[in-house]
């Protein structure tokens, strides 16, 4: 409709954000592990970390927030799938670490 402008972002441009900010987080935390691996993160150790401010300092947690309550999902869950996306691919985007 010409004219028409939504007052509501689309879906995928808000999951794009939250999950772009999310990613950020959860490289630092692999990194900062002793396995450098994605592959032994849990949710529990992102969420606990997602509390610390100055644990990887540019990611922007209300963005992260903000995301999910747009998406109707538990920032639980968000951490969880973009963990099990990673694993995924853990070798080829350099997070498979000693495991």
């Known amino acids: ?48 970390k997602f509390k610390d401010k100055f644990i990887a300092a540019g990611v922007n947690r209300d963005v992260v927030r903000s995301g999910c309550d747009m998406l109707w999902m538990e920032l639980d869950d968000v951490i969880r799938e973009k963990i099990e996306g990673r694993k995924e691919k853990a070798e080829e985007i350099g997070l498979k670490g000693n495991l």
């Open 1 to 48: 409709m010409k004219g028409y402008k939504s007052e509501f972002p689309l879906t995928g441009i808000v999951m794009l954000f939250t999950i772009d900010e999310l990613t950020g987080l959860i490289n630092t935390l692999c990194l900062m592990r002793l396995s450098k691996s994605v592959l032994d993160l849990e949710v529990k150790s992102v969420k606990k």
